[in-house]
């Protein structure tokens, strides 16, 4: 194992390298990315005139921007954002509300000239703002208005100076149309770099005359600087840099990095750049943006097995290719001879044999564009595919055994960044199966891991060269893979940070279709397909009908009668859980049948029976045997020797009770001994004893879709009117067969579909003048009997005038059955609505009981 103290996120300049693109405008808002006035958005953002959405971080460069938000920006640029607050009273303007949340911008704006009202008088704050408008404002801002006025005034006059300054450069729009926010960004990014207009006489003989002065050098403190960029932290060109962690270094001056333009900065190392200096009152001076200078650079990334072959002269020759498929020759890159030479982060003397890692790349940078690359960043990584990560021991473990990876913050000799998808992420994010592409310095001193969690699901179909087809992209297979990839392979393939194969998941091969099938044949013709007729996990009964050829238990191409063969037991076709899947014409293309694995051993890559017999089910640890029955397990309710589909059921871990005994085969018990799916052969065949009580209302007779007669129950559960179907006739009856009534208390157990399979009769009305104490299991207790005495969260009852005891309502669901009323009999209540009992009010109560704890508080009256 190697330790690793985490790095904070702005140390590594040489993260640039793992998914180097120096123009990916990291600091943009994501929805901005493809906007083409993302520079300026970039610009307005650092900032801070312009930023993305609070809650979301969208900028939203398509949306239009109101009038008082463009009040905002307008005083933002000017430097004059602090006042706002001070300035927070009633407007000039009536139509601007006392409250508005822009009054101080507004405000300021208004008292420094640049803005006004319209012709009312108005200032319209939260109509959008047209490209005249905003022109106009900005003109004013730096001072040009005696020039736009001689032009004409508004709108004109304004658009034609806007025009001759440089503020509508890229952005030219009609006058009277709704500008975008992106392009007010591209407006005002314009105008800040624009010399000003000022005043230099004044009385009779005024005049104005423009100044080398910006809104950016003078009112917001901020310079741009045009150099290479030698040193960002702990890395610098020339070796180890005396930097502090938040320090670059462009050209000869250093300087504090912000916190927004750390990720965007370490990228640029080495690079001719543009970078923006804000300096505060104190005269500290702070990098808030760097980003490449337009024309000052090239560069080229080689991946590692793009390298054809480096030759040391006077000067470093590389030769690789662009695409190895369809190329002829190689391209030549050279490399100047006193280059700068950076290894995963830390910069090295030349060493030729550097030159060819074994997984990574090459990035050469030409900062003069003479063709001869100046600096080159080395990266070679080794793949680590998370199987496990311990937070506890900050540890990760790998899938193909190699030595944990140990990132230790308290160790002070190795410094380290995770990245995924550009941003920083702690060593809890990583999930099983991302991909960990390291690359450790020469001395291990500085760990950079960039993470993958790029996948891709489908089958082997094709091999080029050293690709593979998967779902019609092409991969390659990374070093750290120690299988051998082959046609046909199925399953999840896990990619590295550079597209290539590092992992493969086979159980994701593994269909989750799982079905019961009761019945098998090759349909009558000439062209024979298989034809079976399955009870599926969501509880349908279907006949599906096969391809022209099926994979069966991973072999394909076999015909419909070889599977058919396949499925049956010394000559006979015997019911069996199945997986399977189908075409997009819903045609069944693959079968697996179970292995069977009851001798023992977990194996998640096939389709499993992993036990069968007698095992039973305790409720405190929610096992069935050894085998742990969770929410997600499916549950095949299937009467031995029942051929019937129609008598299946599809249920879940609530058919198992207490200490009972239950006849089982389980199959695809995971790792943690969690069952996949259980076929039950022995079920009661009745409600479980958790389920809620169902108070009867009415029931009528119908047919369900198959035009068979069906009950339809009308009943309150869960404290709603519902209604419920049966899946057959004669269903809800009582003990002697009789039909159930209205009053009746009832628990019910469904299929898949919530129909009705059976039921148990917890109480019949017939018999309310009978009062009982009934103990159906240790678990289910019902207490029929008069309320002797009322507390606000709990009642005494007693039982044909035997011992008191005290019931709680409190979380109890109240219902109300009034055996007088035809109509609406049953109603949902409360437990203030219990009263205590006596001769002029013949009321009792029903109390069901689950666990010691009442469910559900029946009134009947």
Sequence with gaps: MFKAKKLTSFILSAVMMLGFTVTSFASVPQDAQSSKYKEAIELLGALEIMVGDAETGAFRPDDTIKRSEFAKVAVTSMGMENLADSFNYPTQFPDVVENHWANGYINVAANQGIIIGDDQGNFRPDDTITYAEAVTVLVRLIGHTPAAEKKGGFPQGYVTVATQTGITKSAVASNDSAVKRGMVAQLTANALVTNKMEQTNFGSDESYQVVDETLLSDELETTIVYDQITAVGTSSL???????????????????????????????????????????????????????????????????????????????????????????????????????????????????????????????????????????????????????????????????????????????????????????????????????????????????????????????????????????????????????????????????????????????????NYAYFTGADLTTGFDKRLSIKVFDKDGEIKVLKSTEKIRFNGTPNKTPAEVLEGLKVEGVVVPALITYELNSDGELTQINTATDKTAGGIDKNIFALNAQGTLKYRETSKKLGNYRIDEDTIVFDIPAGETDAKKYAITDYKLFEDNTDYDVFVYDVAEDYTAGVVIVTNSTGIANLEASAAIVEKIAVSLNDEDERVEKLYAFVDGERKTFTTAEEGILVNGDG????????????????????????????????????????????????????????????????????????????????????????????????????????????????????????????
């Design 238 to 512: 020339t070796g180890s840099s005396t930097l502090k962690h938040n320090e670059v270094k462009v050209g000869s001056d250093s300087y504090e990095v912000a916190d927004k333009a750390l990720a965007q900065t370490r990228k640029l190392l080495g690079f001719n750049v543009e970078a923006y200096i804000k300096e505060d009152s104190h005269g500290d001076k702070t990098l808030i943006l760097a980003r490449e200078q337009k024309g000052k650079n090239s560069s080229i990334k080689i991946a590692a097995s793009d390298i054809e072959s480096v030759t040391e002269d006077t000067q470093i020759k590389i030769e690789y290719w662009l695409d190895k498929e369809t190329d002829k020759n190689p391209e030549e890159a050279t490399v100047a001879a006193d280059a700068k030479y950076i290894y995963n982060g830390q910069a090295i003397s030349f060493d030729v044999s550097e030159l060819t890692p074994a997984a990574g790349s090459l990035t050469l940078l030409d900062r003069n564009r003479d063709d001869v690359y100046d600096v080159v960043f080395i990266e070679n990584y080794e793949n680590y595919v998370v199987e496990e990560v311990i937070a506890s021991s900050n540890r990760v473990t790998d899938k193909y055994g190699k030595t944990s990876l140990v990132l230790d913050p308290d160790d002070d000799s190795v410094k380290f960044v995770i990245t995924r998808g550009g941003q920083e992420i702690g060593i809890k994010d990583l999930n099983e199966w991302d991909v960990l592409s390291v690359a450790k310095s020469k001395d291990a001193s500085i760990i950079i891991i960039e993470v993958s969690s790029d996948k891709v699901t489908g089958k082997v179909t094709e091999k080029h060269g050293d690709k593979f087809v998967i779902e019609g992209g092409e991969y390659g297979v990374a070093a750290n893979y120690p299988d051998e990839i082959k046609l046909n392979d199925e399953g999840t393939f896990y990619l590295d940070k550079d597209g290539n194969i590092a992992a493969v998941d086979a159980t994701s091969a593994l269909s989750s």
């Design 738 to 861: 009789a039909q159930l009534k209205a009053g009746d208390v009832i628990q019910m157990k469904t299929n898949a579909k919530g129909e009705i399979e059976s039921i148990r009769v917890l109480f019949e009305i017939d018999d309310k003048a009978t009062e009982a104490k009934t103990t159906v299991s240790k678990d289910l207790v019902t207490v029929y009997g008069k309320v002797v005495k009322k507390f606000t969260n709990s009642i005494n009852v007693t039982v044909n005038g035997g011992t008191v005891e005290n019931y709680s309502t409190q979380g109890a669901t109240v219902y109300e059955f009034n055996s007088d009323k035809t109509v609406n009999p049953v109603r949902v209540a409360e437990a203030g609505d219990i009263t205590q009992y006596d001769d002029l009010d013949v009321s009792r109560v029903f109390l069901r009981i689950y666990k010691d704890e009442v469910k559900e508080i029946i009134i009947v009256r």
